[in-house]
Nanobody, 125 residues
Framework: QELLQESGGGSVQAGGSLKLSCAVF?????????MAWYRQAPGKEREFVSS???????TYTDSVQGRFTISLGNRDNTLYLEMKNLNIEDTAVYFC??????????????????WGQGTQVSVWG
């Protein structure tokens, strides 16, 4: 019932931009604790990239601060990640994620329990 579907990945030259989208099904953002983007590079552990909580406050890992922007569509049924000034180290599979807890029962940080299948971002140059 609850489903996340990423799109927008691709291959881009270093210094370029890319915008990822995550379609949200069966999940009402306003009643939940937040959503996030994670990524996993080849041979590396999955790492946090960005999150947005139920108050629409964004958080970013230091390596993407100032370059990436997380946002929600007006109807809260699409999560975006705008990526600018990409570098080779940004190459990874990017995962959309959602916190399954309901508002009033939120942890300090967005804690994903629902995951998309991932979309590949490859930066070359």
């Amino acid at each position: 019932q609850e489903l996340l579907q990423e799109s927008g990945g691709g291959s881009v030259q270093a210094g370029g931009s890319l915008k990822l989208s995550c379609a949200v099904f069966g999940y009402t953002f306003s009643n939940r604790c937040g959503m996030a983007w994670y990524r996993q590079a080849p041979g590396k552990e999955r790492e946090f990239v960005s999150s947005i909580n139920r108050f629409r406050t964004p958080t970013y890992t230091d390596s993407v601060q100032g370059r990436f922007t997380i946002s929600l569509g007006n109807r809260d049924n699409t999560l975006y990640l705008e990526m600018k000034n990409l570098n080779i180290e940004d190459t990874a599979v990017y995962f959309c994620a959602a916190d399954g807890n309901y508002r009033g029962y939120c942890d300090r940080n967005v804690t994903p329990t629902i995951w998309g299948q991932g979309t590949q971002v490859s930066v070359w140059g």
